[in-house]
């Protein structure tokens, strides 16, 4: 059964800050993995997708890599602003299905 | 293009009641899945629908049931409602490739008392 875990948590940074979020997941055999952003009782933006033979996916500030062999990747928001508040998910795609697994993910704070 | 909308924004509903939940997905898009996400936790997948089939259901009980229609629309249906599915339901759309990025509407919020 695939899991995934997202650390920290919780992050809180100063404006301007790069900073990395974490994901890892059980199971190296997947489709793709997808970062989203959540705004408090909102739904789900789609920031990156990273489909399964590839290393990395770049947009804007947000740089997002994958290392399958070891069930890791990794969301990296340079010079953080503070819109960048928000809940930061990351999700798997396995299993010849469009089901998507996620962590509990990480809530992001960026203080002026 | 409109994205994925969803209906109703919220509700709030009794123990015991059945809820219906409505999706609309992008134009184009044939695949439909649902989740629900209770607070503190990431979503979890609930169904997916691809040409009127079910193509994938996650581990929820029989009280829970969905369909699609011939112009891709999908309802979520929750009979004898408890405390516990008080969360916010999530539906995705996604043209089936399996290499394709899934979209989310807003959501629906709902409440059991």
């Known amino acids: 059964k695939q899991e995934v875990t997202q650390i920290p948590a919780a992050l809180s940074v100063p404006e301007g800050e790069n900073l990395v979020l974490n994901c890892s997941f059980t199971?190296?055999?997947?489709?793709?993995l997808q970062w989203f952003r959540q705004d408090p009782g909102k739904g789900l933006t789609s920031l990156l997708l990273?489909?399964?033979?590839?290393r990395e996916q770049t947009s804007g500030r947000l740089n997002a890599s994958l290392d399958k062999s070891s069930g890791r990747s990794t969301l990296y928001i340079a010079a953080s602003q503070p819109g960048d508040s928000a809940t930061y998910l990351c999700?798997?795609?396995?299993?010849?299905?469009?089901?998507?697994?996620f962590g509990k993910g990480t809530k992001l704070t960026v203080n002026p | 293009d409109a994205g994925v909308t969803q209906s109703p924004t919220h509700l709030i509903k009794t123990r015991g009641q059945h809820v219906t939940l409505r999706c609309s997905p992008i134009?184009?898009?044939?695949?439909v899945s649902w989740y629900q996400q209770v607070l503190g936790q990431g979503p979890q997948f609930i169904f997916q629908?691809?040409?009127?089939?079910?193509?994938g259901r996650g581990n929820f009980p029989d009280r829970f049931s969905a369909r699609q229609f011939p112009n891709y629309s999908s309802e979520l249906n929750v009979n004898a409602l408890l405390l516990g599915d008080s969360a916010l339901y999530l539906c995705?759309?996604?043209?089936?490739?399996?290499?394709?990025?899934?979209?989310f509407g807003p959501g629906t919020r709902l409440t059991v008392l």
């Open positions: 990273i489909q399964s033979s590839q």
């Open positions: 999700a798997v795609k396995q299993g010849g299905s469009e089901k998507l697994v």
């Open positions: 995705a759309s996604s043209l089936l490739a399996l290499t394709d990025t899934q979209y």
């Open positions: 629908y691809y040409e009127k089939e079910e193509r």
């Open positions: 134009s184009g898009h044939k695949s």
């Open positions: 199971d190296s055999a997947i489709y793709n």
